[in-house]
Protein backbone atom coordinates (compact mmCIF):
# COMPACT_ATOMS: atom_id res chain seq x y z
CA UNK A 1 0.00 0.00 0.00
CA UNK A 2 1.26 3.35 -1.01
CA UNK A 3 3.05 4.82 2.33
CA UNK A 4 0.45 7.09 4.09
CA UNK A 5 2.34 7.91 7.55
CA UNK A 6 2.18 11.77 8.38
CA UNK A 7 0.65 12.66 4.85
CA UNK A 8 -3.12 14.85 4.49
CA UNK A 9 -5.21 13.30 2.39
CA UNK A 10 -8.04 15.32 0.63
CA UNK A 11 -11.00 13.41 -0.89
CA UNK A 12 -13.30 15.15 -3.21
CA UNK A 13 -16.75 13.96 -3.51
CA UNK A 14 -15.41 11.90 -0.24
CA UNK A 15 -19.34 11.62 1.24
CA UNK A 16 -20.22 8.89 -1.72
CA UNK A 17 -19.22 5.26 -1.77
CA UNK A 18 -15.78 5.35 -2.54
CA UNK A 19 -14.67 7.77 -0.09
CA UNK A 20 -16.48 5.76 3.01
CA UNK A 21 -14.38 2.64 1.94
CA UNK A 22 -11.47 4.27 1.46
CA UNK A 23 -11.51 5.64 4.84
CA UNK A 24 -12.75 1.68 5.95
CA UNK A 25 -9.10 1.21 4.60
CA UNK A 26 -7.01 3.39 5.75
CA UNK A 27 -8.23 4.14 8.94
CA UNK A 28 -5.81 2.26 10.93
CA UNK A 29 -3.20 4.12 8.91
CA UNK A 30 -0.62 6.11 10.43
CA UNK A 31 -2.04 9.29 7.86
CA UNK A 32 -1.65 13.10 9.55
CA UNK A 33 -5.54 14.05 8.31
CA UNK A 34 -8.09 13.07 5.78
CA UNK A 35 -10.02 15.81 4.53
CA UNK A 36 -13.47 15.15 3.09
CA UNK A 37 -14.70 17.63 0.52
CA UNK A 38 -18.38 17.69 -0.90
CA UNK A 39 -21.53 19.66 -0.80
CA UNK A 40 -24.00 17.94 1.02
CA UNK A 41 -24.06 19.03 4.89
CA UNK A 42 -26.24 16.52 6.18
CA UNK A 43 -23.78 13.70 4.84
CA UNK A 44 -20.70 15.11 6.13
CA UNK A 45 -22.43 15.60 9.66
CA UNK A 46 -23.89 12.07 9.37
CA UNK A 47 -20.45 10.79 8.52
CA UNK A 48 -18.47 12.87 11.36
CA UNK A 49 -20.99 11.58 13.93
CA UNK A 50 -20.57 7.83 12.60
CA UNK A 51 -17.00 8.11 12.68
CA UNK A 52 -16.28 10.47 15.56
CA UNK A 53 -12.52 10.84 14.56
CA UNK A 54 -10.14 14.23 15.29
CA UNK A 55 -8.16 13.42 12.27
CA UNK A 56 -10.94 13.57 9.70
CA UNK A 57 -11.85 16.80 8.98
CA UNK A 58 -14.71 18.47 6.79
CA UNK A 59 -14.74 21.37 4.03
CA UNK A 60 -18.21 22.11 2.38
CA UNK A 61 -17.46 23.06 -0.85
CA UNK A 62 -18.03 22.09 -4.67
CA UNK A 63 -15.36 21.13 -7.27
CA UNK A 64 -16.98 23.82 -9.59
CA UNK A 65 -16.12 26.78 -7.36
CA UNK A 66 -11.95 27.13 -7.41
CA UNK A 67 -11.99 29.45 -4.23
CA UNK A 68 -13.41 26.29 -2.08
CA UNK A 69 -11.26 23.65 -3.77
CA UNK A 70 -8.06 26.23 -3.01
CA UNK A 71 -9.02 26.18 0.65
CA UNK A 72 -9.37 22.85 1.11
CA UNK A 73 -6.38 21.91 -0.84
CA UNK A 74 -3.48 23.75 1.30
CA UNK A 75 -0.83 21.77 3.06
CA UNK A 76 -2.71 18.46 1.23
CA UNK A 77 -0.43 15.61 -0.08
CA UNK A 78 -2.61 13.32 -2.07
CA UNK A 79 -5.61 13.83 -3.36
CA UNK A 80 -8.37 11.42 -4.38
CA UNK A 81 -11.02 13.43 -7.10
CA UNK A 82 -13.91 11.34 -6.81
CA UNK A 83 -16.29 14.05 -6.95
CA UNK A 84 -18.52 13.31 -10.06
CA UNK A 85 -21.51 13.47 -11.65
CA UNK A 86 -22.13 9.86 -12.19
CA UNK A 87 -25.83 8.74 -13.48
CA UNK A 88 -26.19 8.39 -17.15
CA UNK A 89 -29.81 9.67 -17.50
CA UNK A 90 -29.34 13.17 -15.67
CA UNK A 91 -26.15 13.77 -17.60
CA UNK A 92 -28.04 13.29 -20.39
CA UNK A 93 -30.90 15.72 -19.77
CA UNK A 94 -28.46 18.09 -17.89
CA UNK A 95 -25.05 17.63 -19.75
CA UNK A 96 -23.89 21.37 -19.05
CA UNK A 97 -23.98 20.66 -15.27
CA UNK A 98 -22.00 17.16 -16.13
CA UNK A 99 -19.72 20.03 -18.09
CA UNK A 100 -19.07 21.88 -15.48
CA UNK A 101 -18.69 19.12 -12.58
CA UNK A 102 -16.59 16.54 -14.91
CA UNK A 103 -14.31 18.70 -16.54
CA UNK A 104 -14.48 22.56 -15.56
CA UNK A 105 -14.33 20.58 -11.84
CA UNK A 106 -12.07 18.42 -12.89
CA UNK A 107 -9.71 20.80 -14.25
CA UNK A 108 -9.97 23.05 -10.85
CA UNK A 109 -9.22 20.52 -8.53
CA UNK A 110 -5.86 19.23 -10.71
CA UNK A 111 -4.68 22.77 -11.12
CA UNK A 112 -5.58 23.31 -7.60
CA UNK A 113 -3.23 20.76 -6.85
CA UNK A 114 -0.50 21.68 -8.47
CA UNK A 115 -0.47 25.19 -7.08
CA UNK A 116 -0.40 23.75 -3.93
CA UNK A 117 2.61 21.38 -4.74
CA UNK A 118 0.48 18.56 -3.46
CA UNK A 119 2.71 15.18 -4.21
CA UNK A 120 0.05 13.17 -6.45
CA UNK A 121 -3.61 13.26 -7.74
CA UNK A 122 -5.56 10.08 -8.47
CA UNK A 123 -8.52 11.03 -10.60
CA UNK A 124 -11.16 8.47 -10.94
CA UNK A 125 -12.86 7.57 -14.38
CA UNK A 126 -14.84 5.11 -15.76
CA UNK A 127 -15.56 2.92 -18.44
CA UNK A 128 -17.66 5.00 -20.08
CA UNK A 129 -15.36 7.57 -20.72
CA UNK A 130 -14.38 5.15 -24.00
CA UNK A 131 -16.10 5.20 -27.12
CA UNK A 132 -18.41 7.39 -25.11
CA UNK A 133 -21.68 7.85 -26.30
CA UNK A 134 -23.27 9.31 -23.20
CA UNK A 135 -22.69 13.03 -21.88
CA UNK A 136 -21.48 11.70 -18.90
CA UNK A 137 -19.03 9.35 -20.41
CA UNK A 138 -18.40 12.30 -22.77
CA UNK A 139 -17.60 14.43 -19.83
CA UNK A 140 -15.40 11.85 -18.27
CA UNK A 141 -13.35 11.01 -21.24
CA UNK A 142 -12.74 14.85 -21.03
CA UNK A 143 -11.44 14.80 -17.49
CA UNK A 144 -8.95 12.14 -18.38
CA UNK A 145 -7.65 14.83 -20.79
CA UNK A 146 -7.69 17.72 -19.05
CA UNK A 147 -5.51 16.02 -16.46
CA UNK A 148 -3.06 14.41 -18.99
CA UNK A 149 -2.81 18.11 -20.82
CA UNK A 150 -1.69 19.59 -17.25
CA UNK A 151 0.83 16.80 -16.76
CA UNK A 152 2.52 18.28 -19.99
CA UNK A 153 4.62 21.17 -18.64
CA UNK A 154 5.16 18.75 -15.44
CA UNK A 155 8.51 16.68 -14.42
CA UNK A 156 8.42 13.56 -12.41
CA UNK A 157 9.74 16.00 -9.58
CA UNK A 158 6.11 17.69 -9.43
CA UNK A 159 2.52 17.06 -8.60
CA UNK A 160 2.14 13.51 -10.49
CA UNK A 161 -1.62 13.18 -12.08
CA UNK A 162 -2.70 10.33 -13.24
CA UNK A 163 -6.49 8.68 -13.95
CA UNK A 164 -7.89 4.99 -12.95
CA UNK A 165 -10.52 3.89 -15.46
CA UNK A 166 -13.19 0.95 -13.91
CA UNK A 167 -16.34 -0.76 -14.48
CA UNK A 168 -19.05 -1.45 -12.53
CA UNK A 169 -18.74 -1.27 -8.57
CA UNK A 170 -21.04 -3.30 -7.40
CA UNK A 171 -23.74 -1.96 -4.69
CA UNK A 172 -22.07 1.82 -4.93
CA UNK A 173 -25.01 4.19 -5.00
CA UNK A 174 -27.38 3.91 -7.84
CA UNK A 175 -26.19 0.80 -9.16
CA UNK A 176 -28.26 -1.55 -9.98
CA UNK A 177 -27.44 -4.34 -7.89
CA UNK A 178 -29.33 -2.62 -4.87
CA UNK A 179 -32.17 -2.24 -7.50
CA UNK A 180 -32.37 -5.61 -8.19
CA UNK A 181 -32.46 -6.43 -4.34
CA UNK A 182 -35.49 -4.32 -3.35
CA UNK A 183 -37.75 -5.44 -6.62
CA UNK A 184 -37.07 -9.09 -5.00
CA UNK A 185 -38.00 -8.22 -1.52
CA UNK A 186 -40.84 -6.20 -2.47
CA UNK A 187 -41.69 -9.06 -4.90
CA UNK A 188 -41.65 -7.28 -7.92
CA UNK A 189 -40.42 -7.82 -11.70
CA UNK A 190 -37.14 -7.62 -12.08
CA UNK A 191 -36.39 -4.99 -14.73
CA UNK A 192 -33.53 -5.61 -16.95
CA UNK A 193 -33.06 -3.53 -20.03
CA UNK A 194 -31.47 -6.06 -22.29
CA UNK A 195 -30.74 -9.59 -20.78
CA UNK A 196 -27.68 -10.57 -23.16
CA UNK A 197 -25.99 -6.80 -22.49
CA UNK A 198 -22.41 -7.07 -20.42
CA UNK A 199 -20.76 -5.41 -17.91
CA UNK A 200 -17.84 -5.10 -15.63
CA UNK A 201 -18.10 -6.53 -12.30
CA UNK A 202 -15.60 -4.83 -9.72
CA UNK A 203 -16.09 -5.15 -5.90
CA UNK A 204 -15.98 -1.67 -4.26
CA UNK A 205 -12.53 -2.62 -2.24
CA UNK A 206 -11.02 -3.62 -5.66
CA UNK A 207 -11.84 -0.36 -6.62
CA UNK A 208 -9.62 1.29 -3.61
CA UNK A 209 -6.74 -1.44 -4.16
CA UNK A 210 -6.61 0.03 -7.79
CA UNK A 211 -6.72 3.80 -6.52
CA UNK A 212 -3.86 2.97 -3.88
CA UNK A 213 -1.54 0.60 -6.69
CA UNK A 214 -1.96 3.80 -9.06
CA UNK A 215 -0.57 6.30 -6.41
CA UNK A 216 1.98 4.06 -6.11
CA UNK A 217 3.17 3.11 -9.38
CA UNK A 218 2.21 6.05 -11.31
CA UNK A 219 3.81 8.44 -13.86
CA UNK A 220 2.85 11.35 -15.33
CA UNK A 221 -0.52 10.93 -17.19
CA UNK A 222 -0.94 7.43 -16.77
CA UNK A 223 -4.33 5.85 -16.86
CA UNK A 224 -4.38 2.77 -14.78
CA UNK A 225 -7.21 -0.16 -15.69
CA UNK A 226 -8.14 -2.93 -13.19
CA UNK A 227 -8.82 -6.38 -15.09
CA UNK A 228 -12.22 -7.13 -14.26
CA UNK A 229 -14.73 -10.14 -14.70
CA UNK A 230 -18.09 -9.66 -16.70
CA UNK A 231 -21.19 -10.71 -16.77
CA UNK A 232 -24.68 -10.66 -18.45
CA UNK A 233 -27.64 -8.71 -16.67
CA UNK A 234 -29.71 -11.69 -17.33
CA UNK A 235 -27.07 -13.71 -15.62
CA UNK A 236 -26.80 -11.64 -12.90
CA UNK A 237 -30.64 -11.51 -12.15
CA UNK A 238 -30.49 -14.90 -12.17
CA UNK A 239 -27.69 -15.10 -9.39
CA UNK A 240 -29.28 -12.65 -7.28
CA UNK A 241 -32.68 -14.81 -7.65
CA UNK A 242 -30.87 -18.33 -6.46
CA UNK A 243 -29.40 -16.40 -3.49
CA UNK A 244 -33.13 -14.84 -2.29
CA UNK A 245 -34.76 -18.08 -3.60
CA UNK A 246 -37.06 -15.73 -4.87
CA UNK A 247 -39.56 -16.56 -8.15
CA UNK A 248 -40.24 -13.28 -8.71
CA UNK A 249 -40.03 -12.83 -12.89
CA UNK A 250 -37.62 -11.06 -14.68
CA UNK A 251 -38.89 -8.21 -17.28
CA UNK A 252 -37.06 -7.13 -20.73
CA UNK A 253 -37.56 -2.97 -20.21
CA UNK A 254 -35.40 -2.22 -23.54
CA UNK A 255 -32.13 -0.41 -23.14
CA UNK A 256 -31.87 3.08 -21.59
CA UNK A 257 -31.36 6.28 -23.90
CA UNK A 258 -27.47 6.82 -23.72
CA UNK A 259 -26.89 2.83 -22.73
CA UNK A 260 -24.29 0.23 -24.47
CA UNK A 261 -24.41 -3.40 -24.88
CA UNK A 262 -21.22 -3.68 -23.73
CA UNK A 263 -18.56 -1.65 -22.27
CA UNK A 264 -15.05 -1.17 -23.09
CA UNK A 265 -12.11 -0.45 -20.58
CA UNK A 266 -8.85 0.34 -23.02
CA UNK A 267 -9.18 0.61 -26.95
CA UNK A 268 -6.34 -1.16 -28.94
CA UNK A 269 -4.31 1.74 -29.69
CA UNK A 270 -4.01 2.09 -25.82
CA UNK A 271 -3.45 -1.33 -24.92
CA UNK A 272 -0.39 -1.11 -27.73
CA UNK A 273 1.66 1.73 -25.09
CA UNK A 274 0.55 -0.01 -21.96
CA UNK A 275 2.32 -2.04 -19.55
CA UNK A 276 0.69 -5.26 -18.38
CA UNK A 277 1.43 -5.53 -14.73
CA UNK A 278 -0.56 -8.18 -13.36
CA UNK A 279 -3.84 -7.38 -12.35
CA UNK A 280 -3.49 -3.99 -14.15
CA UNK A 281 -2.80 -2.31 -17.07
CA UNK A 282 -0.45 1.19 -16.68
CA UNK A 283 -1.51 3.42 -20.17
CA UNK A 284 0.85 5.62 -21.10
CA UNK A 285 -0.02 8.94 -21.40
CA UNK A 286 0.09 9.96 -25.23
CA UNK A 287 2.94 12.26 -25.67
CA UNK A 288 3.42 13.53 -29.17
CA UNK A 289 3.59 17.38 -29.17
CA UNK A 290 1.64 20.39 -30.78
CA UNK A 291 3.84 19.06 -34.19
CA UNK A 292 1.44 18.20 -36.27
CA UNK A 293 3.76 16.94 -38.81
CA UNK A 294 4.25 14.07 -36.98
CA UNK A 295 1.07 13.30 -37.64
CA UNK A 296 1.29 12.62 -41.17
CA UNK A 297 5.07 11.66 -41.49
CA UNK A 298 5.62 9.12 -38.53
CA UNK A 299 3.12 6.04 -38.27
CA UNK A 300 3.39 3.35 -35.28
CA UNK A 301 5.22 -0.11 -36.32
CA UNK A 302 3.75 -2.20 -33.74
CA UNK A 303 1.90 -5.02 -34.56
CA UNK A 304 -1.95 -4.15 -33.78
CA UNK A 305 -3.88 -6.57 -31.02
CA UNK A 306 -6.38 -8.26 -32.20
CA UNK A 307 -9.22 -6.14 -30.14
CA UNK A 308 -10.35 -3.59 -27.51
CA UNK A 309 -10.25 -4.91 -23.78
CA UNK A 310 -14.35 -5.16 -23.32
CA UNK A 311 -17.09 -7.13 -21.07
CA UNK A 312 -17.63 -8.82 -24.33
CA UNK A 313 -14.14 -10.29 -24.21
CA UNK A 314 -12.95 -10.27 -20.47
CA UNK A 315 -13.31 -13.65 -18.56
CA UNK A 316 -17.06 -14.41 -18.86
CA UNK A 317 -18.46 -15.27 -15.32
CA UNK A 318 -21.42 -17.97 -15.22
CA UNK A 319 -24.31 -17.77 -12.71
CA UNK A 320 -22.55 -19.56 -10.39
CA UNK A 321 -19.24 -17.58 -10.12
CA UNK A 322 -21.56 -14.52 -9.72
CA UNK A 323 -23.39 -15.78 -7.00
CA UNK A 324 -19.65 -16.64 -5.38
CA UNK A 325 -18.94 -12.99 -5.93
CA UNK A 326 -22.64 -11.34 -4.71
CA UNK A 327 -22.11 -13.43 -1.76
CA UNK A 328 -18.66 -11.82 -0.94
CA UNK A 329 -20.15 -8.07 -0.62
CA UNK A 330 -21.30 -6.96 2.55
CA UNK A 331 -24.04 -5.31 1.18
CA UNK A 332 -25.44 -8.32 0.00
CA UNK A 333 -24.53 -10.46 2.92
CA UNK A 334 -26.29 -7.93 5.00
CA UNK A 335 -29.82 -8.36 3.12
CA UNK A 336 -29.49 -12.08 2.85
CA UNK A 337 -29.45 -11.77 6.78
Request: glycine residues 6%.
Amino acid sequence: MTNLKNKTILITGGTGSFGHELLKTIIDKDFKEVRIFSRDELKQELMRIRLNNPRIKFYIGDVRDRDSVDQAMNGVDLVFHAAALKQVPSCEFFPMQAVMTNILGSSNVVESAIRHKAESVVCLGTDKAVYPINAMGMTKALMEKVSQAACRGLTEKDTRICCVRYGNVMCSRGSVIPLFIRQIKEKKPITVTDAGMTRFLLPLNEAIKLVLFAFSNARQGNIFIKKSPACTVGDLAAALKELFNSDVPVKSIGIRHGEKIYETLATIEELRRADDMGDYFRVAMDDRDLNYNKYFTEGDKKEALLSDYTSHNTRRLNVKEVKELLRKLPEVAAELG
